[in-house]
């Protein structure tokens, strides 16, 4: 099982640090690519992110459901709260891939980038959470010795 939450804990909060830098440096920074370079930069970002987001999605989503079998230190409400914030992540990072599509498909307006910033504003807080939900368990682990 400590593995198991190892696992989940690098996973989850590798991805908060990501999520933060893409929110506050990466997205609001598109509209300064220039339109004329932005369709080529944007493809090349959506193919080079998802190999880079990819794996760690999957072994947090995977770890956290695998953490409900046997909550660590007996936490069932944060392994749940864990796996409800980790499905969150999976449906906001759908909605940010359709936005990304039609940015695709489009080009970037305002109106896109608004809403990709605001779905990731929003992606940013549950991988936020959960990170705070992951940290919460290892402080039970240690806390009680396990």
């Known amino acids: 099982m400590t593995a198991l939450l190892l696992a989940n804990a690098a996973a989850t909060l590798f991805m908060v640090g990501l999520t933060w830098f893409v929110q506050i440096v990466h ?7 220039g339109e004329g370079g932005f369709a080529e930069y944007h493809r090349l970002h959506s193919d080079r992110t998802t190999w880079v987001v990819l794996p760690p999605m999957v072994v947090e989503i995977v770890t956290s459901f695998l953490l409900l079998l046997d909550p660590p230190a007996g936490e069932t409400a944060l392994a749940a709260g864990g796996a409800v914030l980790a499905s969150s992540t999976w449906v906001l990072t759908a909605f940010a891939a359709s936005v990304h599509g039609e940015i695709g498909r489009e080009g970037l307006s305002p109106g896109l980038l608004r809403r990709l910033l605001a779905g990731s504003w929003v992606r940013t807080v549950a991988w936020s959470l959960h990170g705070c939900v992951v940290v919460a368990m290892l402080s039970a682990v240690v806390d009680r010795g396990i």
Do not use: S
């Open 27 to 33: 997205y609001p920074l598109f509209p300064d690519v």
